[in-house]
């Protein structure tokens, strides 16, 4: 215990406490780290809010990834409330569910665009935000899924959404490497959040890889914030721009 005394940082993407940013959250406190949250809308105000301070986390406020004037207020308020940040925790995603049923192709310009804003770019605005505020260097994280490597039911646009994602982790890794910020993404295997309701097939697809998988079974939220302690801890002080698989081994076998 102890692994994050003395680090603080951001967990973007806690909608409930099925989130995987939650279980990721859950694991940092645990290990001591200080956290700050945000929330998206006042409807998740309400829901983020007793989640921070069962933690001891304060809560930077709004942030909407489409909109440039919350990210500025969230740092704006971070870089007042603790001057620096050691970590950031991208667990954002979004697409029209419309789309995540039946086939690519059909994708439409104006979802196609929405799902890279807020799935793709949103990690490069926080990115060039927390590189002000990393200091004495620092972890940044995103969620990604297997989508992104071979063709899975209904992923559609998320898919080539997370491909451009775990790109972006690979530039930015390289950009700010110099100042001893890491970029990672762990590709987690399916879980039942509310992001995930939205896929087509979903519990067909949670089945699939409980049968397939080495392990023969799912992942759990905590499960992904114990491998995320490691790439957010100065465990992994010389890993950046990976992809880190948390699917009990489906990757290999899928
Ligand atoms: O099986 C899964 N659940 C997997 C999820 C497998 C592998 C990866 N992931 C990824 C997701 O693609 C996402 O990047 O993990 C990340 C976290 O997703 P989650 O924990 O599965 O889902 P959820 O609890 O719904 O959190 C995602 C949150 C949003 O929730 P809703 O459901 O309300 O859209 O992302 C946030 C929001 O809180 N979000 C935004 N935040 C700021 N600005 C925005 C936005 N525009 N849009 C969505």
Known sequence: NGLMIGKRGIVMGVANNR????????????????LALTYQGEALKKRVEPLAEELGAFVAGHCDVTEEETLDAVFATLAEHWGSIDFLVHAIAFSDKDELTGRYVETSRDNFRKTMDISVYSLTALA??????????????TLTYYGAEKVMPHYNVMGVAKAALEASVRYLAVD????????????AGPIKTLAASGIGDFRYILKWNEYNSPLKRT?????????????????SSAVTGEVHHVDSGYHTVG
């Open 19 to 34: 989130s995987i940013a939650w279980g990721i959250a859950k694991a940092l406190a645990d290990q001591g780290a200080e």
């Open 128 to 141: 060039a935000r927390a590189e002000k505020l990393m200091t004495s260097g620092g972890s940044i994280l």
């Open 176 to 187: 700010l490497g110099g100042k001893a910020i890491r970029v990672n993404a762990i590709s």
């Open 219 to 235: 992942v759990t939220i905590d499960e992904v914030g114990q491998s995320a302690l490691y790439l957010l801890s100065d465990m």
